[in-house]
C-alpha cells in the first residue's frame, strides 16, 4: 500500500520554527518525486516544494530562503525544515508522491497524498 504519513505540525509563534516529515513507503523514496503542499482554509491547495529521488529540489516563490526540503534515507522519510514562520504560512500541509512531471510542484501531476498536518502561525 502506497500510504504517506505526515507529521510534525503545531502552533508556533511568529518568526518560529517547525519540521515536517512525510513518512513515505521505499518504493516512492526511491522512484517518485516527493513534493509539500499546503492548503489554507478558503484557498486552494498550493505547492511548496519537491525533491527527486536523485535529489534535485524545487520550491515555491513563497517558500525560498525560508524552507528547505531534504531526504531521510534511512529512515523513509522526506522533510520539510520551515523557518521564519508567518501567519500566512499557516494551513494544512500535505506530501505527495509524482511519477511524472520533472520538478513541477503542480498538484495535478501528483497521485499519491497523505492526510496533512495543521500548522498554525500566531502573530
Known amino acids: 500500500q502506497l500510504r504517506l504519513v505526515e507529521s510534525g505540525g503545531g502552533l508556533v509563534q511568529l518568526g518560529g520554527s517547525l519540521r515536517l516529515s512525510c513518512k513515505t513507503p521505499?518504493?516512492?523514496?526511491?522512484?517518485?518525486?516527493i513534493g509539500w503542499f499546503r492548503q489554507a482554509p478558503g484557498k486552494e491547495r498550493e505547492g511548496v516544494s519537491c525533491?527527486?529521488?536523485?535529489?534535485?529540489?524545487n520550491y515555491a516563490d513563497s517558500a525560498k530562503g525560508r524552507f528547505t526540503i531534504s531526504r531521510g534515507y534511512g529512515e523513509n522519510r522526506v522533510y520539510l525544515q520551515m523557518n521564519t514562520l508567518k501567519p500566512e504560512d499557516t494551513a494544512v500541509y500535505y506530501c505527495?508522491?509524482?511519477?511524472?512531471?520533472?520538478?513541477?510542484?503542480?498538484?495535478?501531476?501528483?497521485?499519491?497524498w497523505g492526510q496533512g498536518t495543521q500548522v498554525t502561525v500566531s502573530s
Open positions: 521505499r518504493f516512492l523514496l526511491d522512484n517518485s518525486r
Open positions: 505527495a508522491a509524482a511519477f511524472r512531471g520533472g520538478l513541477s510542484v503542480d498538484r495535478d501531476d501528483y497521485d499519491y
Open positions: 525533491i527527486t529521488s536523485g535529489g534535485r529540489t
